[in-house]
């Protein structure tokens, strides 16, 4: 059974900063690609960033120059550094990870996600 947790939701207010936290555990043989994705009150969930085991990152447009994302491959986690936050960042952030659980057997796994709230 593999679980993604998420950590360090809250309510902040606009200019402000939080630290998203994601672990992963269970029988794990290795973590491909970890993301966290954003999901706005009455909106389609969208992906924020990601970052591959090797190191390369992508950013939404949206964030770049202010969230970033960082992976501890050793402990299985990965962070979202969230910073300059604006009230558009609201709404629950949602951590993804491509999780090998043996030779072939490769699928997404999601968490329950953590809510983020910017008040302006």
């Known amino acids: 059974q593999v679980q993604l947790v998420e950590s360090g939701g809250g309510l902040v207010q606009a200019g402000g900063s939080l630290r998203l936290s994601c672990a992963a555990s269970?029988?794990?043989?290795?973590?491909?690609?970890m993301a966290w994705y954003h999901q706005a009150p009455g909106k389609q969930r969208e992906l924020v960033a990601h970052?591959?085991?090797?190191?390369?990152?992508g950013y939404a447009d949206s964030v770049k120059g202010r969230f970033t994302i960082s992976r501890d491959l050793a402990k299985g986690t990965a962070d979202l550094q969230m910073n300059s936050l604006e009230p558009g960042d609201t709404g629950v952030y949602l951590c993804n990870a491509d999780i090998s659980t043996g030779w072939g057997y490769t699928r997404d796994y999601w968490g329950q996600g953590t809510q983020v709230t910017v008040s302006s």
């Open positions: 269970g029988s794990i043989f290795s973590i491909n690609d």
């Open positions: 970052m591959t085991d090797r190191g390369n990152t």
